[in-house]
């Protein structure tokens, strides 16, 4: 998933991602006197669903569960994987046929060639639509970084997506409100890439295991309570491997650009709905100016995206940090049923 992250800032959300793969977590850490009890129905994430060829030898991990049309594709946040909607999925199957997948190099899915930038990932996405099979048009769901692949994706591809829901998309534009703060995150960029580039050689040298050295100890954490063994032992695999830093090195290197600026007067979903979900406290360890700064491009953020389309809506989700699909995972679930609803009034001009 992608991080909660205590500045959860446009670029630290990605470069942060750290913490993600660490907690790599449908459910959140225990506090200091609770007993985590392994969900073993996790366990379903310890292999692969299905590898879909994709073509050119590569393969991608589609999970899929339901009945009913639209079909729902879930994008996750940030070096997430498909694990990041388990708590989610299961409540959208209840209504209709839904798919999350790995991103390439991470989970269960082959690394992608270089770089590895947002027209990469909208490529792989429709290649892996097109390769699965899946009933178009869809209802797209992105969190976090995912809601950036969407929205490219429906702008390349309208006619095969029937509805968007853009989970707590990152803020953009942040310099306009607080120049400072924008500074600061560029700081913190050329440190990640070095940490990054430090794990990519302790994996090429074999040293990210399950006690790493000191110095490679910031690349992983120790194993999720919530999960049993096996499963902790199948994502310390993946989140080990070379590749998986290889990407995410180049990911980095260019994600930042995403939300430099805010969203484009010339980005359009005309036609169809787009419904932004808001955490109601997505800054928590923020200072109270940087709340201020990011709260006010955040506001400028999602009320742009929705005025992409005029069945635009923002529902604000109490009780919830950056990661809606954890905290209140029914959220997705309500906004598709939403969306299918607004699609329904719309075709019969009741909207």
């Known amino acids: 998933m992608s991080s909660p992250n205590k500045t959860c800032g446009r670029l630290a959300t990605a470069l942060l991602a750290t913490v993600a793969w660490a907690a790599g977590a449908a459910d959140a850490p225990p506090g200091p006197t609770a007993k985590a009890v392994p969900d073993l129905a996790l366990d379903a994430y310890a292999e692969p669903a299905q590898r879909v060829d994709i073509g050119k030898g590569r393969h991608l991990n589609l999970r899929c569960s339901g009945q009913g049309e639209p079909t729902v594709l879930l994008d996750a946040g940030?070096?997430?994987?498909?694990?990041?909607?388990?708590?989610?999925?299961?409540?959208?199957?209840?209504?209709?046929?839904?798919?999350?997948?790995?991103?390439?190099?991470?989970?269960?899915?082959?690394?992608?060639?270089?770089?590895?930038?947002?027209?990469?990932?909208?490529?792989?996405?429709?290649?892996?639509?097109?390769?699965?099979?899946?009933?178009?048009?869809?209802?797209?769901?992105?969190?976090?970084?995912?809601?950036?692949?969407?929205?490219?994706?429906?702008?390349?591809?309208?006619?095969?997506?029937?509805?968007?829901?853009?989970?707590?998309?990152?803020?953009?534009?942040?310099?306009?409100?607080?120049?400072?703060?924008?500074?600061?995150?560029?700081?913190?960029?050329?440190?990640?890439?070095?940490?990054?580039?430090?794990?990519?050689?302790?994996?090429?040298?074999?040293?990210?295991?399950?006690?790493?050295?000191?110095?490679?100890?910031?690349?992983?954490?120790?194993?999720?309570?919530?999960?049993?063994?096996?499963?902790?032992?199948?994502?310390?695999?993946?989140?080990?491997?070379?590749?998986?830093?290889?990407?995410?090195?180049?990911?980095?290197?260019?994600?930042?650009?995403?939300?430099?600026?805010?969203v484009p007067k010339s980005e359009r979903h005309d036609g169809k709905p787009v419904i932004v979900l808001s955490a109601d406290r997505p800054y928590p360890g923020a200072s109270p100016k940087d709340q201020q700064s990011l709260s006010a491009a955040r506001e400028q953020t999602h009320t742009a995206l929705i005025g992409t389309t005029r069945l635009g809506k923002r529902v604000i989700i109490e009780n919830s940090s950056h990661d809606i699909p954890v905290d209140q995972p029914s959220a997705p679930a309500i906004a598709v049923f939403e969306a299918m609803q607004m699609r329904q009034r719309a075709k019969t001009g009741k909207d």
């Open 78 to 262: 940030f070096a997430a994987d498909s694990l990041s909607w388990a708590k989610a999925q299961p409540l959208i199957a209840e209504r209709n046929r839904v798919c999350a997948y790995d991103r390439a190099g991470v989970g269960y899915s082959d690394p992608g060639p270089l770089p590895r930038d947002l027209d990469a990932d909208v490529a792989d996405l429709h290649a892996l639509i097109e390769a699965a099979d899946l009933d178009t048009p869809l209802i797209l769901i992105g969190h976090s970084y995912g809601s950036q692949v969407v929205r490219r994706f429906d702008e390349r591809y309208p006619k095969q997506v029937a509805a968007l829901v853009l989970v707590d998309p990152p803020v953009q534009n942040v310099a306009e409100f607080s120049p400072g703060y924008a500074q600061r995150e560029a700081e913190i960029a050329p440190k990640m890439l070095a940490m990054y580039r430090s794990c990519e050689q302790g994996a090429r040298d074999g040293r990210l295991t399950a006690t790493p050295p000191a110095e490679l100890k910031s690349c992983l954490r120790g194993p999720n309570p919530n999960y049993s063994e096996r499963l902790n032992a199948a994502i310390l695999a993946w989140r080990s491997k070379p590749a998986f830093w290889a990407g995410l090195i180049s990911a980095s290197e260019h994600r930042g650009a995403l939300y430099d600026g805010p």
